[in-house]
């Protein structure tokens, strides 16, 4: 379906070059496939428009790799409306593919620039782990991760962050990435009689481990590390299963100092990762933009002169 919607794409292109950008091709192609094909909306012009589009930005070499030519016609559409670098789009093209994304989520993806994101936590994962493994294992992290679908206010503590997290757990797993299984929160973990409850508990079925994830409302302390590394160490000896790899450590922390958590990495001998979560996208928008964009008290300005010029 998509090579031919490339080819129609291809042919409007051709004869628009042909006979001018004022002919009409789309609107009279559109105007005979419908009179031939009653209530096909696919032909409509708008669709059209896009099939041209798709036609314009891949060439018919590209267009018949397995990437683009297995993903669904929507995902193309989604990618040409909210991508104009090429090679952006191929990669969210890749991962959309290989992670079995739907249209939707590919689309919250690419608002919350996951190709930015994507491998980016603080973590010792290239000293500790072989280098087979430590790759796969960095590029499943990211930086910050995004929960824009917690409503929080500043009074609320760990405890009420952790449950809206599992009260949208589908979302919540969605953010963390394809192969997690939560496992459990708050979880007993008895050590020769000392009772321990690490936050949340989940089981990368990719990565063949478990993961512990520790959530921080502040700033990142390096002691938190310790906590951590214990948690990982109870889970190995008590839960993981023969078979399993060794059980990888998330710290996902409010506050952003990238330096401390780097600083404080260096001599663990722990697989840990350590990242910044936020529950806002503007958080995660670079300084130039952020600089760019209005403060609150600025729109309010603005909002009382156009209620004064309405009257």
Known sequence: MVSTYWNVGHDILERQTELGWGSQVINRLSAALLDRISGIKRFAPRSLKYK?????????????????????????????????????????????????????????????????????????????LPSSTSFIVQNATKDPYIFDFLELTEAQNKREHESQLLKHVERFLLELGRGFAFVGRQLRLDVAGDEFFPDLL????????????????????????????????????????????????????????????????????????????????????PENILRSLPSSEELEVELADYRKDRK
């Open 52 to 128: 041209r589009s798709v036609a314009d930005t891949w060439t018919a070499m590209a267009i018949v790799q397995p990437t683009l030519a297995q993903l669904p016609w929507y995902h193309h559409k989604a990618l040409l409306e909210k991508l104009d670098d090429e090679s952006t789009r191929l990669w969210y093209a890749r991962m959309a593919l290989c992670e079995g994304w739907s249209r939707n989520h590919l689309v919250r993806l690419i608002m919350t620039r996951l190709h930015e994101r994507s491998g980016q936590a603080t973590s010792n994962f290239d000293t500790v």
């Open 202 to 285: 989940f089981y990368d079925f990719i990565l063949r481990r478990f993961v512990v994830v520790q959530l921080k409302t502040g700033k990142f302390a390096p002691g938190y590390l310790g906590q951590l590394g214990m948690y990982m160490s109870a889970v190995d000896d008590l839960l993981a299963q023969p078979g399993d790899e060794p059980t990888i450590g998330l710290l996902l922390y409010k506050s952003k100092n990238s330096m401390v958590p780097e600083y404080a990495l260096r001599g663990y001998s722990s697989p840990i990762g350590v990242a910044e979560w936020t529950t806002e996208l503007k958080d995660s928008l």
